[in-house]
């Protein structure tokens, strides 16, 4: 079991940067693997990105590739969602979570992009990007 509390929303103009946060309780956070999903106003839940429990692999959606990077802290038992050159369609309300069986492998990219795959979810942050 895992508690999860992202922060670190806003607004922000379009082109700004912003780095969320996903703090995580309990002594077993380096055992999950983890991910961000966001939600826009009247939208299906979409996968953002994924970083495995030793941070050794990553997997960003094709949408934010090259502008987020997924990155972890596991000494912190802390996930990192780094965004720059922010688009307007980016907002929503970003959510992290934590899954205990997705690991690296064949199956990796497809999994890790299910929200069906993970176990534990935070309650969310608004991401606001004005035009």
């Known amino acids: 079991q895992v508690q999860l509390v992202e922060s670190g929303g806003g607004l922000v103009q379009a082109g700004g940067s912003l780095r969320l946060s996903c703090a995580a309780s309990?002594?077993?956070?380096?055992?999950?693997?983890m991910g961000w999903f966001r939600q826009a106003p009247g939208k299906e839940r979409m996968f953002v990105a994924a970083i495995t429990n030793s941070g050794h692999n990553t997997y960003v959606a094709d949408s934010v590739k090259g502008r987020f990077t997924i990155s972890r802290d596991n000494a912190k038992n802390t996930a990192y969602l780094q965004m720059n050159s922010l688009k307007p369609e980016d907002t929503a309300v970003y959510s992290c979570a934590a899954s205990r069986n997705l690991a690296y492998g064949a199956i990796w990219l497809r999994s890790a992009a299910s929200p069906d795959e993970y176990d534990f979810w935070g309650q969310g942050t608004q991401v606001t990007v004005s035009s």
């Open positions: 309990g002594r077993t956070f380096s055992l999950y693997a």
